[in-house]
Structure formats: C-alpha cells, structure tokens
C-alpha cells in the first residue's frame, strides 16, 4: 500500500508539473500575443507561435538585443526613407533587421548580402552593380531603394505583406511551388508548412523582431546607446586605392573605413572612369585632397596598377570609357580539397568565367586538373605565384566578406 502510494504522488505530482508548465506556456503565447496585438504596424503582423523560438532565442542573448537595438537607431531611419519614398509601410524595415542584425557586411550561407540579406539574382534584376571588388548591395542607401522597389513589385503580386515577406526570404518562383502544393490557398498559414525554409522562417522571425524591438525593457534588457560614426565628407575617387593606404596616411582606422564603406569588399577603392564616392571623416577631409597623390601611388605590397575591373571571359576586354585591359593566362593545378568558388576568389574572378575558360559542368574538380586563368598581364606574375603556395597561405588570399 505504501509503495503504491508513493507511486500516485509521484505521478500527482508529475501532472501538476506538466499542467503548471502548459499553463506558463499558453500564458507566456498570451503574453507575447496581447503585446504584438498593441502595435500598430503596416504589415499585417500578428503573433503565431513559431515566433516564439526566435523571440526566446533573442532573449537568451541580451547583447545580440543591444546591438540589435544600437544599429537600428542609427539605421532605421535610412530604411524608413527609401520604404517611404515608394509609398510602402516603414514596418518592412524589420524585414531587415531580422534577416541580417542589421549589419551591412553581412552574408547568409546562400550568398545573399547586405543589410537587407540580398541574393544575387535580385541584385542583378534591379541592376546593382556586384562583383569582385563592389558589392551594391552593401550599401544601406542603396540596396534599400532597391529593396524598397522590390517589396512594391512583391506586393502587386501576392497582394499580402505576409506572402510578399516569404517571397523576398526565397524568390516568387519557390513561393508559386507552394502554394501550388497547398491548394492555391493565399493565407500565409496555410501555405507555411509546404513553404523552403528559407521562405517561411524569414516571416516569423520578423514577427519575434517587431516584438523585441518593441518590448525589450520589458524583459530587463538596457537601453543601448545609438551606433555612432564620425560626420563624413565624401571624396571622389577614380584610381586605385587600397584602405591601407588612407589608414596609414591619413591616421585614420581601416574598421572605421570598412564601416563607413561596406561597398568596397575587398577593402580596395579599384578603378573606374567615373570614379566611386568614397567616405571619410570630414575632418580628415582636407588632408586627403592635399595629399591625394600620395595616395596614388600603388603600393608594393598589393601589386596594385589602374587597370579597369570589370572581367569577362575573354583575355582582353574594353569597355566603355575605362582602360583597355590585356589578360594573361597563367596556370593552377587543382589541389585536393579546392573547390572552385576559392580558387576563383585566389585569382579574383567570377566562378562563371573559370568554368567557361575550362569547359567545366558543374561544381566537381578532380586534383591534378589543370586551369586556365586570364588575369591582368601587369599581375601576373604575382598570380603564378598562387599555384606554389601552400593550403594556409592561400587561406590567407580569401576576401574579407
């Protein structure tokens, strides 16, 4: 009797653990629901309980919140321009801040980047210019206006902010496949379970973004002091320039210059006829056109020269208004463990035109393969160098994305 005793309050109390933890659970989806109810946005936001895991991912990590909150001071007002520019609810900039923390240097997995995590095929459809030294889509100014254009086609389409959302997270292409695959159902929740995840998880992230951004007091976290940088001036550049150069000669930090400009990836200004607008402290300002020509001169250390930067799949191109530029083709043996995106970025081209110039399909290399590459003939001698050097300084090669 005892015994079975025992067991009944043992299993007593396990029901009253479990009915007490379901009651804090309905309570806690109550809680976060009432909230996001109390807010007026523009984008159809409403709590549903796949935001919780995101919302309790961002309260396990106080910091990530603060800086969230930091950049967004500083940054929302950006986005909110361009939204509004296009008549668009200036609630979309969550879209951004929960895909990429609002960090204008950051890349997803899938290549996409900026602050608005961007894939390339957008990019390209809007006519930003991405390649080996420039990437428009970290630019805050820019990419928004694109980005803001882009939710205005999204939404003549699907007529729904939650739909235009996922279409952004993955393309109207994948999205279309689902709502196939559910019936032809237009709600969101019904298509949720048959969406990629790449589409149906930007949504509720958004939904744990607007939350967080609204009520993080609430939860004890500080308020973060906005992101800060230095007032600026922009100079306009037009030969090659590397941030090392301007950091040493002007006493300015290269950090500060790869925030101020995210478009330059590789922290190199390259050419172009037209020169590119590059940002720098205003005080500095002055010093730099006094000293300009110093900074022109090619560092030794970068093999740099004014050569145009735009490459194609033929040795020689010449494009309108830049120099002409004559390719040299030098040679790499493929390693064990190389993979085509690396040794593409080694010799600063576009996968697309190595596989062109080897008559390559697919993704697959096999070691001991032999490549062609047409560089820069002014260069080339610092590309042959490549193929002798071993795994760790190549890995040393890799851009700073």
Same mark, same amino acid.
């Given at each position: 009797?005892?015994?079975?005793?025992?067991?009944?309050?043992?299993?007593?109390?396990?029901?009253?653990?479990?009915?007490?933890?379901?009651?804090?659970?309905k309570?806690?989806?109550?809680?976060?629901?009432?909230?996001?109810?109390?807010?007026?946005?523009?984008?159809?936001?409403?709590?549903?309980?796949? $935001?919780?895991?995101?919302?309790?991912? =961002?309260?396990?990590?106080?910091?990530?919140?603060?800086?969230?909150?930091?950049?967004?001071?500083?940054?929302?007002?950006?986005?909110e321009?361009?939204?509004?520019?296009?008549?668009?609810?200036?609630?979309l900039?969550y879209?951004?801040?929960?895909?990429?923390?609002?960090?204008?240097?950051?890349?997803n997995?899938?290549?996409?980047?900026g602050?608005?995590?961007?894939?390339?095929?957008?990019?390209?459809?809007?006519?930003?210019?991405v390649?080996?030294?420039?990437?428009?889509?970290?630019?805050?100014?820019?990419?928004?206006?694109? $980005?803001?254009?882009?939710?205005?086609?999204?939404?003549?389409?699907?007529?729904?902010?939650?739909?235009?959302?996922?279409a952004?997270?993955?393309?109207?292409?994948q999205?279309?496949?689902?709502?196939h695959?559910?019936?032809?159902?237009?709600? =969101?929740?019904?298509?949720?379970?048959?969406?990629?995840?790449?589409?149906?998880?930007? =949504?509720?992230?958004?939904?744990?973004t607007?939350?967080i951004?609204?009520?993080?007091?609430?939860? !004890?976290?500080?308020?973060?002091?906005?992101?800060?940088?230095?007032v600026?001036?922009t100079?306009?550049?037009?030969?090659?320039?590397?941030?090392?150069?301007?950091? !040493?000669?002007?006493d300015v930090?290269?950090?500060?210059?790869r925030?101020?400009?995210?478009?330059?990836r590789?922290?190199?200004?390259?050419?172009?006829?037209?020169?590119?607008?590059?940002?720098v402290?205003?005080?500095?300002?002055?010093r730099?056109?006094?000293?300009?020509?110093?900074?022109?001169?090619?560092?030794?250390?970068?093999?740099?020269?004014?050569?145009?930067?735009?490459?194609?799949?033929?040795?020689?191109?010449q494009n309108?208004?830049?120099?002409?530029?004559?390719?040299?083709?030098v040679? =790499?043996?493929?390693?064990? !463990?190389?993979?085509?995106?690396?040794?593409?970025?080694?010799?600063?081209?576009?996968?697309?035109?190595?596989?062109?110039?080897?008559k390559?399909?697919?993704?697959?290399?096999? $070691?001991?393969?032999?490549?062609?590459?047409?560089?820069?003939?002014?260069?080339?001698?610092?590309?042959?160098?490549?193929?002798?050097?071993?795994a760790?300084?190549?890995?040393?090669?890799?851009?700073?994305?």
């Amino acid at each position: 009797m005892r015994k079975l005793g025992f067991i009944v309050a043992v299993l007593q109390l396990l029901i009253n653990f479990t009915t007490g933890f379901a009651a804090s659970q309905k309570g806690q989806d109550e809680l976060f629901q009432g909230r996001i109810s109390a807010l007026k946005t523009g984008i159809d936001i409403n709590y549903h309980p796949t $935001a919780k895991v995101y919302i309790e991912e =961002y309260l396990a990590n106080p910091d990530q919140i603060r800086t969230l909150v930091s950049r967004s001071k500083y940054y929302f007002p950006i986005l909110e321009k361009s939204l509004k520019q296009k008549g668009l609810p200036v609630d979309l900039k969550y879209v951004a801040a929960a895909s990429s923390m609002l960090d204008p240097l950051f890349v997803n997995p899938s290549g996409a980047s900026g602050i608005w995590t961007m894939s390339y095929q957008v990019s390209k459809m809007y006519k930003l210019k991405v390649n080996t030294f420039v990437d428009e889509r970290r630019d805050p100014i820019r990419s928004s206006q694109i $980005a803001a254009q882009h939710f205005k086609d999204l939404f003549s389409i699907y007529k729904s902010w939650s739909l235009a959302i996922a279409a952004y997270g993955c393309s109207p292409v994948q999205l279309n496949k689902a709502i196939h695959a559910a019936g032809n159902s237009l709600y =969101y929740w019904d298509i949720y379970k048959v969406m990629p995840s790449n589409c149906r998880d930007l =949504y509720s992230r958004v939904i744990a973004t607007v939350y967080i951004l609204n009520y993080y007091k609430e939860h !004890g976290i500080k308020q973060a002091d906005p992101l800060v940088f230095p007032v600026c001036d922009t100079v306009r550049v037009n030969k090659w320039l590397s941030f090392s150069q301007i950091a !040493g000669t002007m006493d300015v930090d290269t950090v500060l210059l790869r925030n101020l400009n995210p478009v330059f990836r590789k922290d190199i200004v390259p050419f172009s006829a037209q020169g590119y607008a590059l940002r720098v402290p205003a005080e500095k300002s002055g010093r730099f056109a006094m000293l300009k020509d110093s900074f022109y001169r090619p560092s030794a250390n970068l093999d740099i020269q004014p050569v145009a930067i735009e490459q194609s799949s033929e040795p020689v191109t010449q494009n309108k208004g830049e120099q002409r530029v004559r390719k040299k083709r030098v040679f =790499y043996t493929v390693k064990r !463990g190389d993979n085509l995106g690396d040794i593409a970025d080694w010799f600063d081209v576009d996968v697309s035109e190595l596989k062109s110039w080897n008559k390559i399909r697919g993704n697959k290399l096999t $070691a001991g393969k032999r490549l062609s590459v047409f560089v820069p003939a002014t260069k080339s001698g610092y590309y042959n160098r490549i193929n002798r050097m071993s795994a760790s300084q190549k890995k040393n090669l890799k851009r700073k994305d």
